[in-house]
């Protein structure tokens, strides 16, 4: 048996492979068969985070090894919790750390209110993002074990994400091995990534021989 025997960017724990986003399978040999992309489609701000009680490490460049998923997992959970009374917030998404203690390059995405006006109230929501997290209570001593110190503050530019039946969206957030094979499908209320063996699907074929 390999010392590591897991594909795609899986890492071997010993006893099981912990496998990357989207990726499926004891060995993690198979893309997964949906990948929801619906909070894609919403307008989004780009935030920058500092992480005071954290040191950047080499293995945080790598988005397949256990160290950065890990404090990407941890991140998102506060984040979620300083955010979750903003209007429409719908999660975060981290698009790059780098060193400065560690700095968290992140985006929030958000779910279209009713009677939004796009400009001015990506405006308004940013300035809630920003006071939330300012509001925030940290960890009285911020030592390491303490939970994450942040702080936050909003960068350069709102998105509003269009062109979403292209499959060059599902390209981007599939697995790198099985890109090729992922198209969008859109339900009543989402957008979804597909393969020709995701089940209830028009067109779709038995893929359980392989």
């Not at 994450?148 to 292209?166: A, K, P, V």
């Amino acid at each position: 048996v390999p010392t590591d025997p897991c594909q795609n960017g899986g890492h071997w724990t010993g006893t099981f492979c912990l496998c990357p986003p989207n990726v499926d399978g004891a060995r993690c040999q198979f893309g997964a068969s949906t990948i929801n992309i619906t909070a894609e489609l919403g307008p989004s701000i780009l935030m920058l985070a500092r992480v005071t009680n954290r040191n950047f490490s080499e293995d945080l460049r790598d988005t397949s090894s256990p160290t950065y998923r890990s404090f990407v997992d941890e991140f998102s959970r506060t984040m979620d919790r300083i955010y979750h009374n903003v209007s429409g917030y719908g999660g975060t998404r981290v698009l790059t750390l780098t060193r400065g203690s560690v700095v968290v390059n992140y985006k929030v995405m958000l779910h279209p209110v009713a009677g939004d006006q796009p400009t001015t109230d990506l405006h308004r929501r940013a300035r809630e993002l920003l006071d939330a997290a300012n509001a925030a209570a940290q960890p009285r001593n911020c030592s390491h074990s303490a939970g994450m110190c942040q702080e936050s503050h909003r960068r350069s530019g709102t998105s509003l994400t269009g062109g979403f039946s292209s499959p060059e969206l599902c390209r981007k957030h599939a697995p790198a091995n099985f890109s090729r094979y992922y198209y969008p499908y859109r339900t009543q209320n989402s957008l979804l990534c597909v393969t020709n063996c995701t089940l209830n699907v028009p067109g779709s074929i038995n893929c359980n021989s392989g």
